[in-house]
């Protein structure tokens, strides 16, 4: 979570307060017998790796995210160091202290496997448990019955995480994990077959396998002459052009005009361009082709399969259909190709006081032109998106916003599940605005009564923290993006991104740089993102402050840096193409 394995946060802690931190599990510093036996047998296991010298021992799980050294400090100063005297488990009745200190979650419930124990006592625990039963398949618990223990209320450390779903419940999210929770909370498209110059901008659901040799036949790949055998060669027989026929044979010797693209006669040895070989007539007698003195180790024929054989994967699945690799299909003799998407997406600006951009001045008090809208349909097809005509507009009104998110008819274009008579529905409604909770913001009370699911709400990132992913029951997909305009173009260039990736299953690499005092420019406990310009010498130059309400920060900046929360100096950026 938030670009981070959940162990490494939960060992850095354990660290902190320790000098001796042992992994238990398959992977770890050592495992449980038999593996996959218990977390009793796993901390039994764990105890025997920790030195003799140690006295307190501290039981983390491997799936608390937001674990810290504070937390962990606060379990060991409740329980308190053994006494001298203490030799034995320590009891209420022999030593009046409690054996170990358990955290509790901010629900008022015990984490069992977040606590301090005296490690006297934990043995004499374990111990017990081996002799009445054993300890594979105890649940955890089971080491606490008749325990005197003291309790202390965490909160949020506490929280373990099982699902992705856990996760977005909790509240905002990072945006490094973005991604991964929409991958598992939004169903892909289903994948189609399409001609390859109808599929641009699909991503591949299965490998993209040539079904012909490229070439299919031996060709000539300049103007020149096939020959045949050693020469000098007799030119004789016809110009071979492309697109004709198979040629007869040549017998050694001899030589044929041959265009670009032709077909090679059989018996041809090699083919030569023009400027590689020398023409004479002497008499009555035919033409003779003769090489050049340059022409050694020189060959234009193209044999074929030199390109690709029958059957060679091209591209893997989940490689976007971009047009190269449509016209490569094409050379390849595929007909159809298996794609996912393209993914139509069509925009619906919110605010009553939004009016349309070529809005002659001056404007009523309180109004305000759409400044992003007309112009989110260029930052979305960067994404990924395929969009589909102007954007529409939503009123303020509870009504209203129930009849986009159901796609009742007659509701405006942003409603509407035709993109246009004929057209292929809508996968996306692109929202901008109301995704906060004013007074004016309809959206989530209606996702509610629509029955949707809402996979994201709010994402730990400044601009565009207020941005919502939801699942409509009708299959569509809702993104809502913050009202302001560079916060809606920042969700919709990151979060947007992982929206066609989730709906694809479309794999791209992030491309990364590093910018000089990059800890400068980083926040604590939230991503940043920031208008990037080329610097001039071959880096980036980033924007340390910016302004939401319009886009004028971002004028000459091509792309955007996402700079990671609390980011070092050394740390990687993500470079996002944004337009």
């Known amino acids: 979570m938030a670009g981070r394995p959940m162990l490494e946060t939960v060992v850095r802690a354990a660290a902190a307060v320790s000098d001796a931190v042992v992994t238990v599990g398959p992977g770890g510093d050592t495992c449980e017998e038999p593996p996959y036996s218990g977390p009793v047998a796993g901390i039994a296991a764990g105890l025997a790796a920790l030195p003799e010298r140690v006295d307190l021992v501290v039981v983390v799980a491997c799936d608390l995210p937001d674990l810290d050294d504070d937390t962990l400090h606060a379990?060991?100063?409740?329980l308190g160091r053994p006494t001298a005297e203490s030799t034995g488990r320590p009891t209420a009745e022999s030593t009046g202290r409690p054996a170990a200190a358990l955290a509790v979650d901010a629900g008022g419930r015990d984490q069992y496997l977040l606590a301090v124990w005296h490690r006297p006592a934990l043995a004499a625990r374990l111990d017990a448990l081996r002799r009445f039963g054993g300890l594979g398949g105890r649940p955890v618990r089971a080491l606490y019955d008749d325990e005197v223990l003291t309790r202390v209320s965490v909160g949020a450390p506490a929280r373990d995480?099982?699902?992705w779903a856990e996760v977005v419940a909790s509240g905002p999210i990072a945006l490094a994990d973005v991604r991964a929770a929409l991958r598992v909370g939004l169903v892909p498209l289903p994948a189609t077959a399409r001609p390859p110059?109808?599929?641009?901008?699909?991503?591949?659901?299965?490998?993209?396998v040539a079904?012909?040799?490229?070439?299919?036949?031996?060709?000539?790949?300049m103007d020149g002459y096939a020959l045949a055998g050693p020469g000098p060669w007799r030119l004789t027989g016809p110009a071979l052009r492309a697109g004709t026929s198979a040629p007869g044979g040549l017998v050694a010797g001899t030589a044929a005009p041959i265009a670009t693209g032709a077909l090679v006669p059989v018996g041809s040895d090699r083919v030569l361009r023009h400027e590689l070989v020398e023409v004479t007539r002497d008499g009555s007698g035919p033409a003779v082709v003769t090489a050049l003195p340059g022409a050694a180790g020189q060959d234009d024929l193209r044999p074929a399969g030199e390109d690709w054989a029958a059957g060679r994967e091209l591209a893997e699945a989940g490689v976007t259909l971009d047009p190269a690799l449509s016209s490569a299909a094409l050379s390849a003799g595929l007909t159809s190709v298996m794609v996912r998407g393209p993914v139509r997406a069509i925009v619906v600006t919110t605010g009553d006081e939004v009016l349309p951009a070529d809005t002659p001045s001056p404007l009523p008090p309180g109004r305000i032109r759409d400044t992003v809208g007309p112009l989110l349909g260029g930052v979305l097809a960067?994404?990924?998106?395929?969009?589909?005509?102007?954007?529409?507009?939503?009123p303020d009104t509870i009504?209203?916003?129930?009849?986009?998110?159901s796609g009742a008819a007659g509701t405006g274009a942003g409603s509407a599940h035709e993109v246009g008579p004929g057209q292929p529905t809508v996968d996306v409604i692109v929202l901008v605005g109301a995704t906060g909770r004013g007074v004016a913001d309809h959206l989530r009370p209606a996702l509610e009564r629509a029955g949707a699911t809402i996979v994201l709400d709010g994402v730990r990132v400044r601009p565009g923290g207020s941005q919502i992913v939801a699942a409509l029951p009708?299959?569509?997909?809702?993104?809502?993006?913050?009202g302001n305009p560079l916060a809606a173009v920042s969700a919709a260039a990151t979060t947007g991104r992982a929206v066609v990736d989730s709906l694809t299953g479309r794999e791209r690499a992030a491309v990364l740089a590093r910018v000089t005092a990059l800890d400068r420019l980083s926040a604590p406990g939230r991503a940043r993102i920031l208008p990037a310009r080329p610097d001039g010498a071959g880096g980036w130059a980033l924007s340390g402050r910016v302004r939401t309400a319009h886009l004028a920060d971002l004028a000459g900046a091509p792309a955007l840096a996402v700079v990671p929360e609390g980011a070092g100096a050394d740390d990687p950026v993500e470079i996002v193409d944004w337009i």
């Open 474 to 482: 009708d299959g569509r997909v809702l993104l809502g993006l913050p």
């Open 211 to 221: 079904a012909d040799p490229m070439p299919r036949e031996p060709v000539s790949a």
């Open 161 to 163: 995480v099982d699902t």
């Open 75 to 78: 379990l060991v100063a409740a």
């Open 197 to 208: 110059l109808a599929a641009i901008g699909g991503v591949l659901a299965a490998p993209l």
């Open 382 to 394: 960067r994404a990924g998106f395929d969009c589909a005509g102007p954007p529409g507009h939503c």
């Open 399 to 405: 009504d209203a916003m129930d009849r986009l998110i």
